[in-house]
């Protein structure tokens, strides 16, 4: 069974910064794409980052230049840099994995249980 586990959530002044990990386990081989969603009350789960196993990464015009996405293929963690934090990147942040080669086969479409991230005014 793929595991997804976050940590690095909590609460943080505007304009500082904050720090997500999301290792992944269970007999992993390989995951071609992690990235990091989030969600903020009364709204629907958006994409933050996400990076392929080439480390190629894609972000949402909102994050673009204040968040940076990486990854250790290794240890089959993904991290989110976050500097220059605004009130509305207050959320629970979720991370993803896709494409998840494991001992057992090829999974699709993982997720962590969230943390939250809130930045006070």
């Known amino acids: 069974q793929v595991q997804l586990v976050e940590s690095g959530g909590g609460l943080v002044q505007a304009g500082g910064s904050l720090r997500l990990s999301c290792a992944a386990s269970g007999g992993i081989v390989s995951i071609n794409t992690m990235g990091w969603y989030r969600q903020a009350p009364g709204k629907q789960r958006e994409l933050v980052a996400v990076i392929n196993s080439g ?23 993904v991290y989110l840099q976050m500097n220059s934090l605004k009130p509305e990147d207050t959320a629970v942040y979720y991370c ?6 494991t001992t057992r086969g090829l ?4 997720w962590g249980q969230g943390t939250q991230v809130t930045v006070s005014s």
């Not at 480390?55 to 963690?77: C, E, L, P, Q």
């Not at 999974?107 to 993982?110: M, R, S």
């Open 107 to 110: 999974g699709y479409d993982y």
């Open 55 to 77: 480390g190629n990464t894609n972000y949402a015009d909102s994050v673009k230049g204040r968040f940076t996405i990486s990854r250790d293929n290794a240890k089959h963690t």
């Open 96 to 101: 993803n994995a896709d494409f998840v080669v």
